[in-house]
DNA sequence: GAAAATACCAGACAAATGTCTGGTAGTCAA
DNA sequence: TTGACTACCAGACATTTGTCTGGTATTTTC
């Protein structure tokens, strides 16, 4: 980065691109108090050939963050999903979050965490967790799977009778809790990538304290 | 949602704004199909009518997702935090990621979790924390602290003695390890109040499988 | 000191873009 | 049949926006 200016104009573009609204080269222009465009795209130049933004030429808020330097993106956070898979529940989300450093932009989705069935795998009630997309999964992944018009956060586990037939059961991290070997066809909706859990709103409570 | 026409729209429309790039009215008429510019825009009018979509009037690019009010932003992921303080340590990130959601942007930072002695609070080597910056916190907070010239996570926990003298202590939670009293100065860095842990590159291990 | 580089300004133009008016064709209910 | 409604089309206009040419100071480099 050259100069003090061309670092401000970085932050100001950066900051608007993670907040989900591109800078046109005149709101660059106007942000810095330029009395000239030139100004700001003779900046905005330098910094593409510095690797500092990339852009697509003619096209209006055309700059983007090359790839290492965000990546940032938001993804929905459902509410309910039921049978009918995510299609509807994409439909109406809660929400969005942000995530990054994760390749498979489109195909994400966030889910909060219902019951204690994952207490031992350091998934709580509330957490949110954040699913990749995909309708098959390995032997120990964490999965969002739909049992009973529901979905839910279960271990895969794929082992090998001793007849040699493949047994696939959905195992819940929580001794309190039993193993799901599901009879039909098991609808898998994704693998659990991430999992986050905010503090901020909770209250702990020690029955130590007077 | 109206009709089928409709849903196609409001699908493309926001997967391209979660996939960050925001598109013209023109852009959604000619990837639907339409002959005119005016067929895509009434759909976009509906849909912000129904409420789905919101926008800016007469400026590109200008429909957001509602309730995409979140905005995004990088903190810092710290590597080593000594004694010294933050000071140094936020000099030289070993990198940044997005968070959202919370108001104070600029006293967050990140940290890797290291040791598991916070097990039994679903805090695993590892996990990523996120951190306010604050030098007190109160009873029951997860905080950072400088013990020993090396950061920590704990939970503090202030109680009173039978003399009616207040008594401050770090908490880890799990019962391997020994709660921590500061004899001296307790130097808190921050409240913890975030917690991530991603999958997608660990491997799993499950003595079971053939 | 001259040349090059930096950092800005003034003004313009063409394309992209949001928005408008006024159509047509089909469906549905009264 | 009529009228309301939906879904689309044709064409246009005013801004917005990316881009360009040509300028002026100031600083840096040789």
């Given at each position: ?110 889910l909060k965490v219902r019951g204690e069935s994952m207490k031992n795998a350091a998934i709580l009630p509330d957490d949110i967790v ?12 964490i999965v969002v ?7 839910t956060v279960k271990r895969l586990k ?12 959905l195992h819940p991290e929580n001794p309190d809790f039993s193993p799901i ?11 659990v990538?991430?999992v986050r859990r905010q503090y901020?709103?909770s209250?702990f ?6």
């Amino acid at each position: 980065m050259s100069g003090k200016t061309q670092h401000r104009v970085f932050e100001f573009v950066r900051d608007r691109i993670l907040s989900g609204s591109v800078p046109t080269v005149r709101e660059v222009q106007r942000a810095m108090g330029f009395r000239a465009v030139q100004s700001a795209q003779e900046h905005l130049d330098a910094l593409v050939a510095e690797g500092l933004l990339e852009k697509t030429p003619r096209i209006s808020r055309g700059y983007r963050l090359p790839e290492h330097h965000s990546s940032a993106f938001m993804i929905p956070l459902l509410g309910r999903v039921q049978a009918g898979g995510l299609e509807d529940a994409v439909e109406d989300p809660e929400g969005y979050i942000a995530v990054d450093g994760h390749p498979s932009r489109s195909r994400l989705f966030a889910l909060k965490v219902r019951g204690e069935s994952m207490k031992n795998a350091a998934i709580l009630p509330d957490d949110i967790v954040i699913v990749r997309q995909q309708s098959s999964a390995e032997h120990g992944d964490i999965v969002v799977a739909l049992i009973d018009d529901q979905a839910t956060v279960k271990r895969l586990k794929v082992t090998r009778d001793t007849g040699g037939s493949i047994r696939v059961e959905l195992h819940p991290e929580n001794p309190d809790f039993s193993p799901i070997i599901p009879v039909a066809d098991l609808h898998i909706l994704g693998k659990v990538i991430e999992v986050r859990r905010q503090y901020e709103a909770s209250v702990f409570y020690d029955s130590d304290v007077s």
